[in-house]
């Protein structure tokens, strides 16, 4: 099957979802953790028919379904099937993005709950995380958060900390220029990744992490650090 499936208590916070990774994405981000995913696999009907077929044999057991990657929007036509199945039988839907499809988004976004936007560095600075990356990346996630928060969909930004690839002013930088529901923190973790050569990087302390977060003053109401060690932090909520 070329959409992989598991389940998760984690991934849609609260609730228990049907995680649906699809292959293909337009970034080549060197901690990438879902390094198989890159490749833009063709879906075929039969790839399409089984992720139904799961949903319909467990549709009383979650509560959501989570389109996740890979980038999803790369695949609007596939995961528009999977939002009217879930739809159709009252659960919630979550999008993870890169955030660089809002022509896309518009296709699917009435329909969405919960977006997960990965913000991967200061958005004019991509070139610090990926060797390819959209010229205009900045006004083209501008676009995309406008999107999201216009239609009244909760937004969560996210940002993996990778030391030597960003560094504590990268985070404020970024929480300067985004608007959001809520920022994620995540913890870099080394077990797999797409430059084999991280796999020798130390994974950022917690504690550091809390303090470059405590040390930003923001508007965004909920913020949080993911690491793990102490799972999901809440550092300020309201």
Known sequence: MNIQPTYS???????????????????????????????????????????????????????????????????????????????????????????????????VVDDLDYVAMDIK????????????????????????????????????????YVPGLLEPGDIEKIIRMIRCDQYTLQQFRNRVTLDAGLSTYEEPNPEMLRDILEGIDTDIPSIHLKSGQFGNQTIKNG
């Not at 089984?50 to 379904?65: P, Y």
């Not at 959209?134 to 937004?155: A, G, S, Y």
């Open 9 to 107: 208590s984690l991934d849609y916070p609260g609730k228990m979802a049907l995680v649906l990774f699809t292959p293909g994405c337009d970034l080549r981000c060197r901690y990438c953790h879902n390094p198989q995913l890159l490749k833009s696999e063709k879906l075929t009907r039969m790839d399409v028919d089984l992720i139904l077929d799961e949903l319909d044999d467990n549709i009383d057991f979650i509560d959501g379904i989570v389109l996740s990657g890979g980038e999803p929007l790369l695949k609007v036509d596939v995961i528009n099937e999977f939002i009217i199945k879930a739809k159709d039988n009252n659960l919630l839907i979550k999008l993870d993005t890169n955030g660089l499809h809002p022509d896309k988004l518009v296709e």
């Open 121 to 160: 560095a200061p958005l004019d600075e991509y070139y610090k995380i990926s060797p390819v990356y959209p010229d205009n990346t900045r006004e083209i996630i501008n676009k995309t958060m406008d999107i999201i928060l216009n239609h009244d969909v909760f937004l969560e930004c996210r940002t993996t």
